[in-house]
């Protein structure tokens, strides 16, 4: 009843805009991974902050579970509403509503994506550097504490997201941060709310940090006869003090992918990609010294991608390489292990994971942004053995425990989820109490996307 009551409000207040098709539901309830399919009872689209206010408004008299739902492109089935209820799409929360190129800000709602974003900027000089590969929304990006390829020279959302608008579990509507550089004023909400998943408020607006588009872009690719040296080059670079703008890795069977799917002609060994970004005579200098460091380690096969077509090639190839290792085994399905150690453990830790995944007799390519010490296994599964399903998650526990043992953490950038709040206390041990805490101070009902993140609790 509660339910009905509640879609009777909501296709008041939203007409057309409410849907219980199908269809609708069935795509707001699968997930980009090996998650089953967890369709909502309705999916809302509003398009301003006012509304979304309204509707949670609504949940929470009726006690409805909202679930917020982005690009959908998340790896951990964040966005599953696993409790049904409503799932609320924010693409029609599409409008970049401010630029401020003196103070490299801008103002927008959560459903731009990074790519629009970009694009709009183009002609200001400036960019938003955080880049995870798939052209997920802003505000999924900010909600998941998303980072990606450029981490290591730009950092994470976290750092470059200066203020939120956020809808609270009873539909209040707060602000947190500034457009200063720095405050001490007060708990840091918008550190809160950033990573949160959803499950503390919805965010309905972001001012995020821009940076100046660089003068000279210089990016390669190289090979290495062992997995060990390549990674072993990337700590190398770092303790150098060589600036990267990505350096990323990839194992020898992704090699064989990118080969067959993207007709490259890549040694079957790992490799390598590095991009530099700054003028031309720093790019110059950081390309020659990382050259000298490759070469001390045994790297061959030096490609230079200096035309912005060959490094767009080269870095669409990289993003593309969790939809081209699936495709490459037909009929799979693919699990993403997700683990981030300290760098001085970083050679040791994939040469584990590598023996483990052999030992579990898995199919694993290794790949990550090994320049802050996050790496994936993504593990290729035949849909139709529950068995192997079984093996791979014991696999994802274990690579977790490692990393954990290695004083690292369970998840670098894909956020918890689904997959990984069975670990969370092996992690955070009594600290994830305090999260659940601090999830029923806001959220007493447990409404916002329930079942994710924090301890499961009885709603009051």
Known sequence: MAL????AALEALLGTRLSAKRADRNAHGASETWYPLTPPDVVAWPETTAEVS???????????????????????????????????????????????????????????????????????????????????????????RASGTTAVRYGTMRDNT????????????????????????????????????GTLGIITELTLRLHGQPEAVSSAVCAFDTLEAAVETVQLTIQMGIPMARIEFVDAEVARVFNKINGTQMPEKPHLLIEFNGSESAVAEDSRRFGEVVEEMGGADFQWATTTEDRNRLWKMRH?????????????????????????????????????????GLVGPILGHVGDGNFHAILLLDRDNPQELETARDLAHDLAAMALEMHGTITGEHGVGLGKRG???????????????????????GIL???????????V
């Open 320 to 360: 593309q390489a969790y939809s081209s290792c699936v495709a490459s085994r037909p009929g799979c399905m693919g699990l993403v292990t997700d683990i981030c150690v300290p760098i001085s453990r970083l050679a040791e830790s994939v040469e584990r994971a590598r023996d483990m995944i052999a030992a579990a």
């Open 54 to 144: 309204e509707i949670v408004k609504i949940c929470a008299r009726e006690g409805v579970a909202i679930t917020a739902w982005g690009a959908g492109t998340s790896l951990e089935g964040h966005a599953l509403p696993v409790q049904g209820g409503v799932v609320l799409d924010m693409s029609r929360m599409d409008k970049i509503l401010e630029t401020d190129t003196e103070d490299r800000l801008v103002r927008l709602q959560p459903g731009v994506t990074r790519v629009a974003l970009n694009d709009d900027l183009r002609a200001t000089g400036l960019f938003f550097p955080v880049d995870p590969g798939a052209n997920a929304t802003l505000g999924g990006m900010a909600a998941t």
């Open 162 to 197: 200066a203020a939120l608008e956020v809808v609270l579990a009873d539909g209040r509507i707060i602000h947190t941060g500034s457009g200063a550089v720095k405050s001490s004023s007060g708990y840091d909400l918008t550190a809160l709310f950033l990573g949160s998943e």
């Open 4 to 7: 009905e009551q509640a879609v």
């Open 423 to 445: 670990l969370m206390a092996e992690e955070h041990g009594e600290a994830w109490n305090v999260m659940g805490e601090i999830k029923r101070a806001l959220d007493p009902k």
């Open 449 to 459: 996307n329930p079942g994710k993140v924090v301890p499961d609790a009885e709603p």
